[in-house]
Nanobody
Framework: QVHMVESGGGSVQAGDSLTLSCVVS????????MAWVRQAPGSDREGVAR????????YYADSVKGRFTVSQDNAKNTLYLQMNKLKPEDSGMYYC??????????????????????WGQGTQVTVSS
């Protein structure tokens, strides 16, 4: 069973930056397709970014391209989401999700949040104008 814990959210002004972290349980950090998703009140979860551990980022939502960057520190079993030039519409609860897949090909296909098995508890991001 994969366990993740997100952190790093907060309340910021438009144009500011935040870095979210997702620490993954050590024994399960390999062979994972990982996703960052967000959910605003009253809305469905929206995919933000996706990466296969050990590979380069695979997907960014159009709304965050050029502003958000996914990275990983494999020594710390941690996935990051660097968010720059934040906008009020970026506000929401941010979750990291995981799907164990020993072959990376699955992660490169078109994926929705419902395709992921396990989620962390989320971290709140609020951006004020």
């Amino acid at each position: 069973q994969v366990h993740m814990v997100e952190s790093g959210g907060g309340s910021v002004q438009a144009g500011d930056s935040l870095t979210l972290s997702c620490v993954v349980s050590e024994s399960t950090y390999v062979g994972l397709c990982m996703a960052w998703v967000r959910q605003a009140p009253g809305s469905d979860r929206e995919g933000v970014a996706r990466i296969y551990i050990g590979h380069s980022p695979i997907y960014y939502a159009d709304s965050v391209k050029g502003r958000f960057t996914v990275s990983q520190d494999n020594a710390k079993n941690t996935l990051y989401l660097q968010m720059n030039k934040l906008k009020p519409e970026d506000s929401g609860m941010y979750y990291c999700g995981a799907k164990p897949k020993w072959k990376s090909e699955w992660c490169y296909g078109d994926k929705a949040p419902r395709d992921f098995d396990t989620w962390g508890q989320g971290t709140q991001v609020t951006v004020s104008s």
